[in-house]
């Protein structure tokens, strides 16, 4: 199963130039096989750059990030990841953008079929496989985007912000979703989030990191038992965690 | 769907309506006992004009070889800009080779070329079909090019993390988001082609369209000048048409309306 090191990971934008930039110093962090993690953190601690990083979109300029004790370099299919704009292909039908990425490697109509009717289900799209995008929405459109990941089947869920752009009860609803999606399969999470309740709900560990540069400040273990229940958002205990964890980010 | 009905039909009747304005102020014109038929020859001479023409055969055998003309130079002048248009606008390495070449030769007018492709190849067939070739690919790739730079990366980074070759993206992403500015450059070649032909035939051509035209100024046939005007217009509006509904069959994902 997978785990994921990153190693006195620093990035600095424009190296060597008058005007460069570090927005990660000294990164040293392990998501654990299996496991739910968040980044939390105020806009410019890097998390987002952290996560892009780990996807393999660009590549850190010192330190290093390892999968399974494997360098990584580059996109590849076992690190997969869920945007914060919308990514679902607007060309292609919920059930096309589903098979993307089986499409990719030859999957036979017969495959893509299964995979399609799997995922859309359970996602929570039965009855969708045949619209546009154009035509759902943002919630919905989420649903796409994380069926088509998951579809995918790969060894990490990379997330950044995807609830970002939802109202409140949507987003309380996709948070539980994903819950029970990732309880099947358990998958190793990473998470990256402003929103303190949304990391305490999902996560089994919460770094949080402050801002520039982008440094880890603490790592917080959640011990609410799973599977997890909207009751328990209002338990002394999840607004303790909340609390501490409040005081900590620069406001 | 009846909204839309209501929609097409209130369009219909009044894009009808500007155009029976034009005819009948045009009518009422020519209907003046001061009006001068060799300048403005009414209506009446028009469709005179249109009939004798086409009894005749001569009108029909125009339109062909100037439809023949406009359908090669299309189809070659945007397949090669969809080709090369794609391959520069998402290959750096392409793009840095035949960028200044094109935002070189980009501005000059495709009948500046007219001199020259005379003293090379002469005044047939080749030449003409040439002139509209070149026409619709400088204004098609233009466009094929700016659709693939305006792919958005979010799309891209979705493939890539997928598993997606930089192929594979360039292939199932990048030529599918490009697609509205991609038809947007074929139908603007399509009107390129129809300058060019007009003036490509006035030049140098025993048929066509444009010949007819010439033929008119030259004897003096305002009628059948007024007459090619119109043909062609209407071909024009036609084809158009024909681009539009072939665009929102392509396009259904869209949510720009037409």
């Keep these: 199963m997978p785990e994921i090191r990153i190693e006195n990971l620093t990035h600095t934008f424009g190296k060597g130039q008058p005007n460069e930039l570090t927005?990660?110093?000294?990164?040293?962090?392990?998501?654990?096989?299996?496991?739910?993690?968040?980044?939390?953190?105020?806009?410019?601690?890097?998390?987002?750059?952290?996560?892009?990083?780990?996807?393999?979109?660009?590549?850190?300029?010192?330190?290093?990030?390892?999968?399974?004790?494997?360098?990584?370099?580059?996109?590849?299919?076992?690190?997969?990841?869920?945007?914060?704009q919308d990514a679902v292909f607007p060309w292609m039908t919920v059930s096309k953008n589903i098979s993307y990425g089986p499409r990719l490697r030859g999957a036979s109509a017969a495959e893509q079929r299964e995979i399609e009717a799997k995922w859309t289900q359970a996602v929570g799209l039965k009855g969708f496989e045949n619209r546009w995008p154009r035509e759902l929405s943002g919630g919905m459109r989420k649903r796409v985007d994380i069926g088509r990941v998951y579809a995918n089947d790969p060894d990490v869920l990379l997330m950044d912000e995807p609830f970002g752009a939802l109202d409140a009860q949507t987003k309380e609803r996709m948070q539980s979703d994903l819950l029970e999606t990732w309880g099947q399969s358990r998958k190793t999470v990473v998470f990256v989030t402003h929103d303190l309740e949304e990391a305490i709900f999902l996560a089994d560990k919460i770094v949080v990191m402050s801002a520039r540069p982008g440094r880890v400040h603490h790592i917080e273990e959640v011990s609410l038992p799973r599977p997890r229940t909207d009751a328990m958002r209002l338990t002394d205990e999840f607004i303790q965690i909340k609390r501490r964890l409040w005081e900590m980010l620069d406001h | 769907m009846n909204k839309n009905t209501a929609f097409n039909s209130k369009r219909v009747i009044l894009g009808c309506l500007s155009v029976a304005a034009v005819i009948a102020i045009y009518a009422l014109v020519t209907s003046r006992p001061d009006n001068n038929p060799a300048l403005l020859p009414p209506i009446?001479?028009?469709?005179?004009?249109?009939?004798?023409?086409?009894?005749?055969?001569?009108?029909?055998?125009?339109?062909?070889?100037?439809?023949?003309?406009?359908?090669?130079?299309?189809?070659?002048?945007?397949?090669?800009?969809?080709?090369?248009?794609?391959?520069?606008?998402?290959?750096r390495n392409i793009e840095y080779l035949f960028d200044p070449l094109i935002e070189a030769v980009r501005p000059i007018p495709p009948l500046a070329y007219i001199p020259l492709i005379i003293i090379w190849f002469g005044i047939g067939e080749f030449?003409?079909?040439?002139?509209?070739?070149?026409?619709?690919?400088?204004?098609?790739?233009?466009?094929?090019?700016?659709?693939?730079?305006?792919?958005?990366?979010v799309y891209e980074d979705a493939a890539s993390t997928m598993g997606?070759?930089?192929?594979?993206?360039?292939?199932?992403?990048a030529v599918p988001a490009a697609t509205p500015f991609i038809i947007t450059g074929y139908r603007v070649a399509l009107a390129a082609a129809w300058t060019t032909l007009v003036a490509s035939e006035l030049l140098a051509a025993q048929n066509g369209l444009g010949f007819l035209l010439q033929e008119g100024r030259r004897y003096f046939l305002t009628d059948q000048v007024m007459m090619i005007i119109m043909i062609i217009g209407a071909c024009a509006f036609i084809m158009d048409r024909i681009f539009r509904k072939i665009q929102a069959h392509l396009m259904q994902w869209s949510e720009t309306r037409e």
């Design chain 1, 23 to 84: 927005v990660l110093d000294n990164i040293n962090l392990t998501f654990e096989s299996g496991s739910f993690n968040a980044i939390v953190g105020t806009s410019g601690c890097g998390k987002s750059t952290l996560l892009k990083m780990m996807a393999g979109l660009f590549a850190p300029s010192d330190g290093s990030m390892k999968l399974d004790d494997q360098i990584i370099q580059g996109t590849d299919r076992r690190r997969g990841m869920v945007f914060q």
């Design chain 2, 44 to 91: 009446t001479d028009i469709i005179t004009s249109f009939w004798t023409n086409l009894t005749s055969g001569s009108l029909l055998t125009a339109l062909g070889a100037s439809l023949f003309r406009i359908s090669a130079g299309f189809l070659i002048g945007t397949t090669l800009a969809l080709v090369l248009g794609c391959l520069i606008g998402w290959y």
């Design chain 2, 127 to 153: 030449s003409r079909v040439l002139i509209i070739t070149i026409a619709c690919f400088m204004v098609c790739v233009v466009n094929v090019i700016a659709g693939m730079k305006n792919v958005p990366a």
């Design chain 2, 164 to 173: 997606a070759t930089r192929f594979q993206v360039f292939r199932t992403v």
